[in-house]
């Protein structure tokens, strides 16, 4: 086979390909990075909306691979900001002199697999080809923004933009009349933010969400001393845990307290940082429904208390989703900001949008005037980058094709039928701390290409079989657990996307347990030549 341009080609400038790009070279392959933006951060890139931030703790999310990076690099808050999220990921970059393998404002439009010479052509907008043995599409699950596709869009004279495209030179916002459209993740963490510059907020929710405090704080110096110190521990806590946080799981069943217990550890949850409130609740708060509808209780109680107008409060709080079925957003003054004059709900349940006008949102009330429209309407989930980069594998398969009912792979890493071709970091990724699954998964890329190398191979494809052992356990996972059932998670965000679950519901421990039996079984879960 001749050689190609690179060994490695990776898409995708996020935490997942940076990682990827620094692991190739330190194996001694050839590696090049295309990245649609003009600069490194992946999602921390686009998403500079105002209040964007972690909802993962800070050292938590950077990488672990290496002591030195981790001690020279403070994070200021417990959960950070985006602008220092980007500086971190720049930071990485250029102390691992990562850069210089990078192609920026290059967006794949094809990637093309020539089983003769075992390569991949892959072709950028601007014309470029590049031919590379291993094609690694390290895009992420959030990466192609969804704004729907109302009447009238385009006729409204104002801003708007999405948050997930958001400008990098900001979007002046004071004294303008700014509506912000959508409730989960990001809507939520823009609405507060947003209200202490713009004349008026006008919150258009369609779901309300079970949203409970961030509980966010600066990071202390004896903190950040702590952390260095105890860096191997959390290293290891954090490599090892189910969902990829440190915070520990509860053993403790919500019958194992009385209802006055119940009340005041769910006050504890409710002061705890982020995600603790989910992975160190009563273990049953997924599965057990009176429990849940306790904790839910509690939150609906919470949220009462803080809002003053009754009827916005019960509009505020989830009737159509049990917690944990939809992916809980964490929030920093969220329902507080609907106390302040200039901050009002419209109940897209009560008056759904008709479209746009020239001056603003039409609902069957009547028309909202707005100056600036904030989409906070998600993403095409999972598949949605991989989809548009006009994949074709073996025999001229287009992934397109191959993924038509939903995606099928082998531990969220390989299709069949697209040989050398990786996904790290894509559908059937687990639902946890991002970095920490996606890097387990980058890691077994590395490994398995290794391996290829010391066998003298180049060519890798999943069996058929092995897919379908490890999509059928996919879906069976995905049957059985209650988290993320509706909305993005099953592509029910995009109308006409197939209802499939797009994560791995068995998290971890299947991935690990996969793995080494892959590496048990020398690799029979592929065929390599
Ligand atoms: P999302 O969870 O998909 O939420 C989209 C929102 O837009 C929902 O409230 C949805 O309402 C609404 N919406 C969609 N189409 C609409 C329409 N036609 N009319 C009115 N409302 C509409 O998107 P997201 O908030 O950007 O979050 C996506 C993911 O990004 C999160 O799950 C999370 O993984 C990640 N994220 C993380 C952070 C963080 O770490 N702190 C922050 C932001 C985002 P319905 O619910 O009714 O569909």
Request: charged share 25%; with cysteine.
């Amino acid at each position: 086979m001749p050689d190609p341009d690179v060994d490695i080609l990776i898409v995708g400038a996020g935490v997942t390909g940076i990682y990827q790009l620094h692991r190739a070279l330190e194996e001694g392959f050839t590696a090049t990075l295309l990245e649609a933006g003009s600069g490194v951060g992946g999602t921390w890139f686009w998403n500079r909306y105002p209040g964007a931030r972690f909802d993962s703790e800070s050292y938590t999310y950077g990488y672990l691979f290496s002591e030195e990076l981790f001690d020279e690099w403070e994070w200021q808050e417990h959960f950070a900001e985006q602008p220092e999220t980007e500086r971190y990921l720049n930071h990485v970059v250029d102390r691992f002199d990562l850069r210089r393998h990078m192609r920026f404002d290059a967006t794949v439009t094809s990637a093309v697999w020539d089983d003769g010479s075992g390569t991949w052509a892959v072709t950028t907008d601007d014309g470029t080809t590049v031919h590379a043995r291993y094609l690694v599409t390290a895009t992420g699950v959030l990466s192609v923004p969804y704004t729907p596709d109302l009447p009238g869009r385009e006729r409204f004279r104002g801003v708007q933009h999405h948050t997930g495209l958001w400008p990098a030179e900001g979007v002046d916002v004071a004294v303008k009349r700014v509506a912000v459209v959508g409730t989960s993740s990001s809507g939520v963490q823009v609405v507060p933010t947003i209200a202490d510059e713009a004349a008026s907020v006008q919150v258009f929710q369609r779901s309300a969400n079970w949203c409970t405090p961030l509980n966010n704080r600066p990071i202390t110096a004896e903190e950040q001393a702590e952390l260095r110190a105890g860096f191997e521990q959390l290293r290891e806590v954090l490599n090892t845990s189910v969902h990829g946080f440190h915070h520990p799981l509860n053993t403790r069943r919500s019958s194992d307290d009385t209802p006055e217990q119940r009340q005041a550890f769910f006050e504890e949850m409710w002061a705890s940082p982020g995600f603790r409130k989910f992975t160190s609740n009563y273990i049953d708060i997924l599965d057990n429904p009176e429990a849940n509808a306790e904790w839910c209780d509690f939150i609906a109680g919470k949220i009462r208390a803080i809002v003053e107008d009754p009827a916005t409060a019960e509009a505020l709080i989830p009737k159509d989703h049990r917690y944990g079925e939809k992916r809980p957003p964490y929030v920093n003054g969220y329902f507080e900001a609907f106390n302040r004059p200039d901050v009002s709900l419209v109940d897209l349940r009560e008056t759904p949008i008709v479209g746009l006008t020239e001056t603003g949102i039409e609902t069957t009330a009547g028309v909202h005037e707005v100056d600036v429209i904030v989409w906070a309407t998600g993403f095409d989930f999972g598949t949605g980058a991989m989809l548009r980069m006009g994949i074709v594998g073996r025999d001229g398969l287009a992934l397109t094709d191959h993924w038509a009912d939903g995606p099928t792979t082998f531990l969220g890493i390989q299709t069949h039928g697209f040989p050398n071709l990786f996904f790290p970091g894509g559908p059937h990724a687990a639902a946890g701390n991002n970095p920490r699954y996606n890097g387990d998964q980058v890691d077994f890329v590395t490994d398995t290409l290794v391996h290829l190398r010391d066998h003298d191979e180049r060519v890798i494809e999943v069996t058929e079989e092995a897919e379908d052992r490890w999509t059928t356990m996919v879906d069976r996972a995905a049957a059985a657990t209650p988290f993320g059932t509706i909305g993005q998670y099953v592509g029910g965000n995009i109308p006409g996307k197939p209802k499939r679950y797009l994560l791995n519901a068995g998290g971890r421990p299947k991935l690990f347990k996969e793995i080494a039996r892959v590496k048990d079984t020398d690799w029979a879960a592929f065929e390599a030549r």
